[in-house]
Protein backbone atom coordinates (compact mmCIF):
# COMPACT_ATOMS: atom_id res chain seq x y z
CA UNK A 1 0.00 0.00 0.00
CA UNK A 2 0.75 3.89 0.07
CA UNK A 3 3.63 5.32 2.26
CA UNK A 4 4.43 8.26 3.33
CA UNK A 5 7.81 8.85 5.26
CA UNK A 6 8.59 11.36 7.92
CA UNK A 7 11.98 12.25 8.96
CA UNK A 8 12.65 12.53 11.62
CA UNK A 9 10.71 10.64 13.95
CA UNK A 10 12.16 12.77 16.85
CA UNK A 11 14.50 15.69 17.77
CA UNK A 12 15.25 17.77 20.36
CA UNK A 13 16.64 21.25 19.61
CA UNK A 14 17.77 24.26 21.94
CA UNK A 15 15.50 27.19 22.07
CA UNK A 16 16.19 29.69 19.29
CA UNK A 17 17.37 27.47 16.31
CA UNK A 18 15.22 25.95 13.80
CA UNK A 19 14.21 22.34 12.87
CA UNK A 20 13.39 21.14 9.39
CA UNK A 21 11.07 17.95 9.62
CA UNK A 22 10.63 16.35 5.98
CA UNK A 23 7.54 14.15 5.00
CA UNK A 24 7.75 12.48 1.53
CA UNK A 25 4.95 9.93 -0.32
CA UNK A 26 6.80 6.97 -1.42
CA UNK A 27 4.88 5.12 -4.16
CA UNK A 28 2.50 7.89 -5.17
CA UNK A 29 2.90 11.55 -6.50
CA UNK A 30 0.55 14.02 -4.18
CA UNK A 31 0.12 17.36 -5.33
CA UNK A 32 -0.86 17.98 -1.91
CA UNK A 33 0.77 17.36 1.36
CA UNK A 34 -0.80 18.69 5.39
CA UNK A 35 0.51 19.29 8.33
CA UNK A 36 -0.68 19.08 11.43
CA UNK A 37 -0.58 19.16 15.17
CA UNK A 38 -1.23 17.24 17.87
CA UNK A 39 -1.20 17.49 21.77
CA UNK A 40 -1.53 14.82 24.06
CA UNK A 41 -4.90 13.05 24.06
CA UNK A 42 -6.42 15.47 21.49
CA UNK A 43 -7.09 15.17 17.76
CA UNK A 44 -5.48 16.70 15.06
CA UNK A 45 -5.02 20.17 14.35
CA UNK A 46 -4.67 21.37 11.05
CA UNK A 47 -2.07 23.99 10.64
CA UNK A 48 -1.07 24.02 6.78
CA UNK A 49 -1.78 22.89 3.17
CA UNK A 50 1.13 22.32 1.08
CA UNK A 51 0.78 22.33 -2.54
CA UNK A 52 3.31 21.42 -4.75
CA UNK A 53 4.93 24.58 -6.65
CA UNK A 54 2.96 26.95 -4.66
CA UNK A 55 2.45 28.33 -1.61
CA UNK A 56 0.93 27.02 1.78
CA UNK A 57 -2.21 27.83 3.00
CA UNK A 58 -2.21 28.39 6.66
CA UNK A 59 -5.15 27.75 8.60
CA UNK A 60 -6.22 30.66 10.64
CA UNK A 61 -3.99 31.22 14.31
CA UNK A 62 -0.81 29.17 12.81
CA UNK A 63 2.28 31.88 11.74
CA UNK A 64 3.53 31.41 8.60
CA UNK A 65 6.71 32.92 9.31
CA UNK A 66 7.34 30.68 12.12
CA UNK A 67 6.44 27.72 10.39
CA UNK A 68 7.69 27.38 7.04
CA UNK A 69 6.88 25.03 4.11
CA UNK A 70 8.00 24.48 0.98
CA UNK A 71 6.56 21.81 -1.36
CA UNK A 72 8.99 21.52 -3.80
CA UNK A 73 8.68 18.46 -5.61
CA UNK A 74 5.61 15.99 -5.61
CA UNK A 75 7.02 13.55 -3.05
CA UNK A 76 8.31 15.96 -0.61
CA UNK A 77 6.85 18.64 1.07
CA UNK A 78 9.15 20.18 4.50
CA UNK A 79 8.19 21.91 7.37
CA UNK A 80 10.81 24.40 9.12
CA UNK A 81 9.87 25.26 12.52
CA UNK A 82 11.80 28.57 13.03
CA UNK A 83 13.28 30.30 16.09
CA UNK A 84 11.86 27.32 18.24
CA UNK A 85 10.39 28.04 21.39
CA UNK A 86 9.67 25.46 24.38
CA UNK A 87 6.01 25.86 23.74
CA UNK A 88 6.48 24.39 19.82
CA UNK A 89 7.00 21.21 21.50
CA UNK A 90 4.76 19.10 20.12
CA UNK A 91 4.14 15.90 17.66
CA UNK A 92 3.86 16.94 14.33
CA UNK A 93 2.13 14.71 11.33
CA UNK A 94 2.03 15.29 7.56
CA UNK A 95 -0.13 13.53 4.87
CA UNK A 96 -0.68 13.33 1.61
CA UNK A 97 -3.09 12.50 -0.80
CA UNK A 98 -3.19 10.24 -2.90
CA UNK A 99 -5.01 11.38 -5.75
CA UNK A 100 -6.04 8.48 -7.64
CA UNK A 101 -6.80 6.77 -4.81
CA UNK A 102 -9.00 9.51 -3.24
CA UNK A 103 -7.58 9.38 -0.12
CA UNK A 104 -5.52 10.77 2.24
CA UNK A 105 -1.95 8.90 4.24
CA UNK A 106 -0.08 10.02 7.12
CA UNK A 107 3.39 9.87 7.86
CA UNK A 108 4.74 8.52 11.41
CA UNK A 109 5.20 11.64 13.09
CA UNK A 110 7.68 13.91 14.43
CA UNK A 111 8.18 14.48 18.25
CA UNK A 112 9.91 17.71 18.86
CA UNK A 113 10.90 18.62 21.98
CA UNK A 114 12.24 22.10 22.59
CA UNK A 115 14.63 23.01 25.50
CA UNK B 1 -18.53 23.52 5.19
CA UNK B 2 -18.59 19.93 6.64
CA UNK B 3 -19.21 19.11 10.15
CA UNK B 4 -18.16 15.72 11.60
CA UNK B 5 -19.09 14.68 14.81
CA UNK B 6 -17.68 11.05 16.66
CA UNK B 7 -18.95 9.36 19.36
CA UNK B 8 -18.10 7.98 21.78
CA UNK B 9 -14.69 9.59 22.98
CA UNK B 10 -14.25 7.14 24.68
CA UNK B 11 -14.72 3.32 25.14
CA UNK B 12 -13.88 0.36 27.12
CA UNK B 13 -14.91 -3.06 26.23
CA UNK B 14 -13.80 -6.51 27.42
CA UNK B 15 -11.63 -8.48 25.22
CA UNK B 16 -14.00 -10.14 23.06
CA UNK B 17 -16.31 -7.94 23.10
CA UNK B 18 -17.60 -5.68 20.03
CA UNK B 19 -16.97 -2.25 19.69
CA UNK B 20 -18.90 0.29 17.59
CA UNK B 21 -17.87 4.17 17.36
CA UNK B 22 -20.00 6.20 15.03
CA UNK B 23 -19.73 9.33 13.03
CA UNK B 24 -22.31 11.74 11.09
CA UNK B 25 -21.58 14.43 8.91
CA UNK B 26 -23.62 17.38 7.51
CA UNK B 27 -22.04 17.89 3.98
CA UNK B 28 -24.53 15.72 1.48
CA UNK B 29 -21.03 16.28 -1.24
CA UNK B 30 -19.13 13.97 0.64
CA UNK B 31 -18.58 10.88 -1.02
CA UNK B 32 -15.33 9.05 0.77
CA UNK B 33 -15.65 7.74 4.71
CA UNK B 34 -12.18 6.93 6.12
CA UNK B 35 -11.38 5.24 8.87
CA UNK B 36 -7.82 5.62 11.18
CA UNK B 37 -6.15 4.02 14.00
CA UNK B 38 -3.64 6.30 15.68
CA UNK B 39 -1.74 3.97 18.64
CA UNK B 40 0.45 6.03 20.75
CA UNK B 41 3.11 8.17 19.32
CA UNK B 42 2.60 7.38 16.03
CA UNK B 43 1.00 8.47 12.83
CA UNK B 44 -2.64 7.34 12.00
CA UNK B 45 -3.13 4.49 10.15
CA UNK B 46 -5.86 4.05 7.65
CA UNK B 47 -7.67 0.72 8.26
CA UNK B 48 -11.04 0.84 5.76
CA UNK B 49 -12.81 3.21 4.32
CA UNK B 50 -15.95 3.23 2.34
CA UNK B 51 -17.44 5.30 -0.99
CA UNK B 52 -20.87 6.40 -1.04
CA UNK B 53 -22.25 4.09 -3.36
CA UNK B 54 -21.66 1.22 -0.78
CA UNK B 55 -23.66 0.47 2.20
CA UNK B 56 -21.20 -1.90 3.78
CA UNK B 57 -17.87 -2.79 3.80
CA UNK B 58 -15.71 -5.56 6.12
CA UNK B 59 -12.53 -6.53 6.62
CA UNK B 60 -12.09 -9.38 8.94
CA UNK B 61 -13.01 -8.23 12.58
CA UNK B 62 -13.72 -4.66 11.11
CA UNK B 63 -16.33 -3.12 9.37
CA UNK B 64 -17.98 0.00 8.36
CA UNK B 65 -21.59 0.70 7.47
CA UNK B 66 -22.77 3.93 6.05
CA UNK B 67 -25.97 5.23 5.89
CA UNK B 68 -26.36 8.02 3.09
CA UNK B 69 -29.84 9.22 4.06
CA UNK B 70 -28.91 9.46 7.59
CA UNK B 71 -25.90 10.93 6.96
CA UNK B 72 -23.86 9.02 9.34
CA UNK B 73 -21.44 6.07 9.02
CA UNK B 74 -20.19 3.48 11.97
CA UNK B 75 -16.62 1.32 12.36
CA UNK B 76 -17.30 -1.81 13.61
CA UNK B 77 -14.85 -4.12 15.29
CA UNK B 78 -16.01 -7.63 16.81
CA UNK B 79 -13.64 -10.27 19.13
CA UNK B 80 -11.50 -6.85 20.24
CA UNK B 81 -8.36 -7.83 21.13
CA UNK B 82 -6.10 -5.66 23.51
CA UNK B 83 -4.35 -4.67 20.36
CA UNK B 84 -7.11 -2.94 19.15
CA UNK B 85 -6.72 -0.37 22.23
CA UNK B 86 -5.64 3.34 20.14
CA UNK B 87 -7.91 6.63 19.64
CA UNK B 88 -9.60 6.15 16.08
CA UNK B 89 -10.38 9.19 14.16
CA UNK B 90 -13.68 9.02 11.16
CA UNK B 91 -13.01 10.92 8.32
CA UNK B 92 -15.83 12.54 5.29
CA UNK B 93 -14.41 13.75 2.13
CA UNK B 94 -15.81 15.06 -0.51
CA UNK B 95 -12.89 17.85 -2.06
CA UNK B 96 -11.98 18.88 1.42
CA UNK B 97 -11.17 15.97 4.67
CA UNK B 98 -12.89 16.56 7.68
CA UNK B 99 -11.79 14.67 10.27
CA UNK B 100 -13.54 13.50 13.60
CA UNK B 101 -12.67 14.45 17.51
CA UNK B 102 -11.38 10.80 17.73
CA UNK B 103 -12.31 7.92 20.33
CA UNK B 104 -9.77 6.68 22.60
CA UNK B 105 -10.70 2.48 22.72
CA UNK B 106 -9.45 0.31 25.51
CA UNK B 107 -9.59 -3.13 25.42
CA UNK B 108 -9.71 -5.00 28.77
CA UNK B 109 -7.75 -8.00 29.03
Known amino acids: GAVVSQHPSWVICKSGTSVKIECRSL??????MFWYRQFPKQSLMLMAT?????????EQGVEKDKFLINHASLTLSTLTVTSAHPEDSSFYIC???????????FGEGSWLTVV | GENVEQHPSTLSVQEGDSAVIKCTYS??????FPWYKQELGKGPQLIIDIRSNVGEKKDQRIAVTLNKTAKHFSLHITETQPEDSAVYFC????????FGTGTSLTVIP
Open chain 2, 91 to 98: AATGNQFY
Open chain 1, 27 to 32: DFQATT
Open chain 1, 95 to 105: SARALARNTIY
Open chain 1, 50 to 58: SNEGSKATY
Open chain 2, 27 to 32: DSASNY
